[in-house]
């Protein structure tokens, strides 16, 4: 098992940045590949950015690109979004996703475990 615990959602202006984080608990964090997932109300989920096991990997969603960058510390068993130029559409609830494999992936289906989630609100 492993457990995700998110922070550092909260209210920004457009612009703005945040940087969220999500630290892992349970098994080996530094085998598995870690992903954001962003739910807006009204609007289906969106899968924003993913990071391979060894960072070999990375991608993001194209509404992301350019303006949000995802990295991890496994030494901390913590994976990051730095989140920079919000957008008011950017505003929803972040949630932190970890796969049982290394391989990094846009799709929901592939990931295994989940966090609770953190809002993040982008005002104009």
């Known amino acids: 098992q492993v457990q995700l615990v998110e922070s550092g959602g909260g209210l920004v202006q457009a612009g703005g940045s945040l940087r969220l984080s999500c630290a892992a608990s349970?098994?080996?964090?530094?085998?598995?590949?870690m992903g954001w997932v962003r739910k807006a109300r009204g609007k289906e989920r969106e899968f924003v950015a993913t990071?391979?096991?060894?960072?070999?990997?990375?991608y993001y969603a194209d509404s992301v690109k350019g303006r949000f960058n995802i990295s991890r510390d496994n030494a901390k068993n913590t994976v990051y979004l730095q989140m920079n130029s919000l957008k008011p559409e950017d505003t929803a609830v972040y949630y932190c996703?970890?796969?049982?494999?290394?391989?990094?992936?846009?799709?929901?289906?592939?990931?295994?475990?989940w966090g609770q989630g953190t809002q993040v609100t982008v005002s104009s």
């Open positions: 996703a970890a796969r049982r494999l290394g391989i990094a992936s846009l799709q929901e289906r592939n990931y295994n475990y």
């Open positions: 349970g098994r080996t964090f530094s085998s598995n590949a």
């Open positions: 990071i391979s096991w060894s960072d070999s990997s990375i």
